[in-house]
């Protein structure tokens, strides 16, 4: 069955460096997305991603995030500055179509000391 | 506000047991309701995806009920299983954006032997 990979499974870096979370979504999907979910809290919706550009973004997403799809299977979500406040699992999702389901991957966990 | 409220927090019934899961929601418009069950450090995995039209949607064990007019949906767990336990999130999009995603907190379910 195919499946939404992420990794690294568990990132720890230190306040103030750049982190890449890399995922790879199910090969026939058009749409992409990143959430974010910090221990004991609601998923929350980050960014998504479809035709080369994002479509929609939340607040979440400020200017210290970017995502890149730099080939045609890798979908990556860049934090230029970590703040301890980003440490949270981040889970990255693929879908055919707006409408259909998402499916997620198992999440990176990022612990920012 | 659109918000969507589960019910109830947590639960813990025996192997083989029914139970019901609530979600209310005040989300508007109303695109669609999911339910997805989140293994402790895993990513969401869908179970059900229902539009307006749509009034019961079954998944094996689990039936999803969907009332529009009131803005509730239960989820319907049958001879529940010890691996069902998990948390289990209500999501309602108020319209065609990923953005207008609403992430319920989710009711975590123990089921015990």
């Known amino acids: 069955e195919p499946e939404v990979t992420q990794t690294p499974s568990h990132q720890v870096t230190q306040m103030g460096q750049e982190v890449i979370l890399r995922c790879v979504p199910i090969s026939n999907h058009l749409y992409f997305y990143w959430y974010r979910q910090i221990l004991g809290q609601k998923v929350e919706f980050l960014v998504s991603?479809?035709?080369?550009?994002?479509?929609?973004k939340s607040e979440i997403f400020d200017d210290q995030f970017s995502v890149e799809r730099p080939d045609g299977s890798n979908f990556t979500l860049k934090i230029r500055s970590t703040k301890l406040e980003d440490s949270a699992m981040y889970f990255c999702a693929s879908s055919s179509s707006e409408a259909t389901e998402a499916f997620f991957g198992q999440g990176t966990r990022l612990t920012v000391v | 506000k659109n918000q969507v409220e589960q019910s109830p927090q947590s639960l813990i019934i025996l192997e083989g047991k029914n139970c019901t899961l609530q979600?209310?929601?005040?989300?508007?418009?109303?695109?669609?309701l999911r339910w997805y069950k989140q293994d402790t450090g895993r990513g969401p995995v869908s179970l059900t995806i229902m539009t307006f039209s749509e009034n019961t949607k079954s998944n094996r064990r689990y039936t999803a009920t969907l009332d529009a007019d009131t803005k509730q949906s239960s989820l319907h767990i049958t001879a529940s299983q010890l691996s069902d336990s998990a948390s289990y999130i209500c999501?309602?999009?108020?319209?065609?954006?990923?953005?207008?995603?609403?992430f319920g907190a989710g009711t975590r379910l123990t089921v015990k032997p």
């Open positions: 999501v309602v999009s108020a319209g065609e954006g990923d953005n207008d995603m609403r």
């Open positions: 979600c209310n929601y005040t989300v508007s418009p109303f695109s669609n």
């Open positions: 991603f479809y035709n080369n550009e994002i479509s929609e």
